[in-house]
């Protein structure tokens, strides 16, 4: 009768513990309604992927990079992709057309909204890089590395449906959870 109640208390301990941590990580992901930034992105989609010379290349490879990062770094690879996407492809592409310009800035101003609210988690330490999300990154960096600047901005651009995809699917699912 004791040992019952003691592996009770240690099962219930156990199932708080988790429900404890699946919490902290449901804190670490941004609940955001991505309606504005995928129109945004797809009234301007054509005219950037048009300027794209390198159709046979990419740089965010869905099958391969994206699909495989597990929940605990998505926080991690949502972090880095940002700042992938706001410190180098937004200041990398150089574009004359106003229309565009807007659109490109409104989905910069939305991916900085999404690095401050990420901010409690990293100093919480909450924002977990394991060894596939520091991979999956430095894959996508090596990618666009291989580029010429302009052309990479391009691509990475035109890649950005991807990016948007993931980040929708990865937010929504588990901040529901």
Known sequence: MKAQRVSLLLVAAVLF?????????????????????????????KAIQAKDTFQNVTILSTSETLHRIKPLDVCCVTKNLLAFYVDKVFKDH????????????????????????????????????????????????????QLEVRSAAIKSLGELDVFLAWLDKNHQENSAA
């Open 94 to 145: 150089q574009e004359l057309n106003p229309q565009i310009l807007r659109k490109l800035s409104s989905i910069a101003n939305f991916f900085l909204y999404m690095q401050k609210a990420l901010q409690p988690c990293q100093k919480q330490r909450q924002c977990h890089c394991g060894e596939e999300a520091t991979n999956a990154t430095r894959i996508i960096h090596d990618n666009y590395d």
């Open 17 to 45: 513990l988790c429900s404890v941590h699946a919490r902290g990580l449901r804190r670490c992901l941004v609940s955001m309604d991505m309606r504005h930034v995928v129109e945004s992105f797809q009234e301007i989609k």
